[in-house]
């Protein structure tokens, strides 16, 4: 059985930093892509960034490029993502997914592992 479990969301000020944790356990974590999407009240869930397998190959969104950077560690079938400089618009609740396909989209709404989320709240 998957399970998929982010950790790391928090209340944070404007211009603050987090370090989101999701461990996926029930697959073969090397084989999986990982990606990182949000989702605000109101709007789609949109993808943040993604990273491959090889651990080497990343995409990240425009909003997101040159402040939230995505890493792995296959050793514990972990991803991270750290959140530096955070605004007030990167308030949503952010879930990872683990998919055997890259890149990565919404189409891993339909393909993917999902966990449940952790809330990011950033005050201004």
């Known amino acids: 059985q998957v399970q998929v479990v982010e950790s790391g969301g928090g209340l944070v000020q404007a211009g603050g930093s987090l370090r989101l944790s999701c461990t996926a356990t029930g697959l073969t974590f090397g084989n999986y892509a990982m990606g990182w999407f949000r989702q605000a009240p109101g709007k789609e869930r949109e993808v943040l960034s993604c990273?491959?397998?090889?651990?080497?190959?990343?995409y990240y969104t425009d909003s997101v490029k040159g402040r939230f950077t995505i890493s792995r560690d296959n050793a514990v079938n972990t991803v991270y993502l750290q959140m530096n400089g955070l605004k007030p618009e990167d308030t949503a609740m952010y879930y990872c997914?683990?998919?055997?396909?890259?890149?990565?989209?919404?189409?891993?709404?339909?393909?993917?592992?999902w966990g449940q989320g952790t809330q990011v709240t950033v005050s201004s």
């Open positions: 990273i491959h397998w090889n651990s080497i190959t990343t």
């Open positions: 997914a683990a998919d055997p396909s890259y890149p990565c989209g919404t189409w891993y709404l339909k393909t993917g592992h």
